[in-house]
């Protein structure tokens, strides 16, 4: 730890009401991380308020005091707030309430593990080799003497376990590995998390995994596979959350003899997400997805597409197809 992280505990110290945000459609790490955070200001009696812009999916009940997370925006008054930390942003538009946040000269704590972040804060802890930013509190908190107790252990052993794919991904270190098995001897609850996240999926999600493996296609050229979520096969499948598709992407990264694969999914707004995997050493999603607009890491990353613009017989998926290959071909110049 830098002489970075003793400011940055500084100015938390010295904060009478700070905020800590999540990104938007939180996963296990930002999740874990932000809440580890949150624990530490409640166990030193420091009133602060935790937000994130959008709810977590259901199968994160179990984390210790989720429930105090703030997901209306109404019930949050950014003004009256003395410092802001960023938990597991990769981007400050990632927080859902940029526009909001740019409003005010407060100060920002970045804690970021993405290749992509910018160091977007007045003071930031970024650490890409890190295996999650869960894995970057935790080093925090050691470097700091300070006391992590079972609930935050098992928050931030949530965060490692989701980011690294349960220890399978290349996001896995020594260093991850050891930090879970502290975490475990400071009694994070283990077979809660992996059963929670790992066996989430009921009958009517699997259908829609079918349809969505079903039509899976492959790109001989470039060598990769993708395929794509349309609003309507949630309804056809009777689906009414959005988190059913959760861990899709990274299921199919585990495709043989492909260079990458692209899940491209339909939101609201006519906005399309696109993830981005690879099991490649010599292959950076990030690039690719940072000539996109979009960011993340080398192995896991991914964009946003608007497509208002787009005419109604206009095939969507086939758009960005075409344009994440043109982006390709520049590359090769």
């Known amino acids: 730890m830098t002489v970075q992280t003793k400011s940055i505990l500084n100015a938390i110290i010295e904060a009478k009401n700070p905020l800590i945000i999540c990104h938007e459609k ?4 930002t999740l874990g991380a932000s809440l580890a955070l949150s ?6 009696q420091k009133v602060h308020k935790h937000f994130c812009v959008d709810k977590p999916a259901n199968y994160f009940s179990y984390l210790p005091k989720i429930e105090n997370l703030i997901t209306d925006l109404a019930l949050l008054n950014i003004i009256d707030h003395d410092l802001i930390i960023t938990v597991d942003c ?3 538009e990632r927080t859902g309430i940029f526009e909001e946040i740019k409003k005010y000269n407060i100060t920002l704590i970045n804690i970021d593990h993405h290749q992509s972040n910018n160091n977007f804060g007045h003071l930031n802890l970024v650490v890409p080799q890190a ?3 869960s894995e970057i509190l935790y080093d925090f908190f050691q470097a700091h003497q300070i006391e992590i107790d079972k609930y ?6 949530t965060g490692i376990i989701t980011d690294t794919m349960n220890f399978t991904n290349a996001a896995t270190t020594n260093d991850s590995l050891k930090i879970a098995s502290e975490l ?3 009694g994070a609850r283990i077979n809660q998390i992996i059963s929670s996240i790992s066996q989430n999926k009921n009958i009517d999600a699997l259908k829609l995994w079918g349809k969505i493996l079903y039509r899976l296609e492959h790109n001989p050229e470039y060598n ?3 395929t794509a979520i349309a609003k309507k096969d949630l309804e056809e499948c009777q689906i009414t959350s959005p988190e059913s598709l959760d861990g899709m992407a990274n299921f199919l990264s585990l495709i043989q003899d492909v260079n990458f694969i692209i899940v491209m999914t339909e939101e609201d707004n006519n906005q399309i997400k696109v993830s981005l995997r690879t099991v490649r050493d010599e292959i950076d999603m990030a690039e690719i997805a940072q000539k996109m607009g979009g960011g993340g890491h080398r192995k896991a990353a991914g964009f946003k597409i608007d497509i208002t613009a787009l005419s109604a017989d206009t095939d969507w998926k086939n758009f960005i197809i075409n344009a994440i290959i043109t982006k390709l071909k520049k590359s090769e110049v």
């Open 90 to 92: 990769g981007a400050i």
């Open 131 to 133: 295996s999650s930013t």
């Open 224 to 226: 990769f596979a993708f």
């Open 39 to 44: 624990r530490f200001l409640a166990n030193t």
């Open 152 to 157: 935050m252990a098992t928050n931030l052993l």
């Open 26 to 29: 939180p996963d296990g790490d």
């Open 184 to 186: 475990l001897n400071l």
